[in-house]
Nanobody
Framework: QVQLVESGGGLVQAGGSLRLSCAAS????????MGWFRQAPGKEREFVAALHWNFGTTYYADSVKGRFTISRDNAKSTVNTVYLQMNSLKPEDTAVYYC???????????????WGQGTQVTVSS
């Protein structure tokens, strides 16, 4: 079991920036991928970004490419803290953002094993 705790959400004006953090604890040695998903009211949870811890490779949804950056704490070799830097935010980025941990990269939420409680991001126009 892996515990995930997100932080860093809030209210920002369009064009602004926020950085989300996700701290992992527990049996992190069994997880190799950290991802971010988001869910807006009345919509399904959607993939935002993912990072493979061993290779450092990153993956992004088309809607956030060039604006969002996923990164990790390089101080440790196993999954621990992952970040999501969000720039040039748009009102359509408004959602609850969830951190997830899994064993392989996937764009599907069902393939991830562990989830955080979520953090609200609201972008005003």
């Amino acid at each position: 079991q892996v515990q995930l705790v997100e932080s860093g959400g809030g209210l920002v004006q369009a064009g602004g920036s926020l950085r989300l953090s996700c701290a992992a604890s527990g049996r992190t040695s069994s997880r190799f991928v950290m991802g971010w998903f988001r869910q807006a009211p009345g919509k399904e949870r959607e993939f935002v970004a993912a990072l493979h811890w061993n290779f450092g490779t990153t993956y992004y949804a088309d809607s956030v490419k060039g604006r969002f950056t996923i990164s990790r704490d390089n101080a440790k070799s196993t999954v621990n803290t992952v970040y999501l830097q969000m720039n040039s935010l748009k009102p359509e980025d408004t959602a609850v953002y969830y951190c997830a941990a899994g064993r392989s990269v996937s764009y599907q939420s069902g393939r991830y094993d562990d989830w955080g409680q979520g953090t609200q991001v609201t972008v005003s126009s």
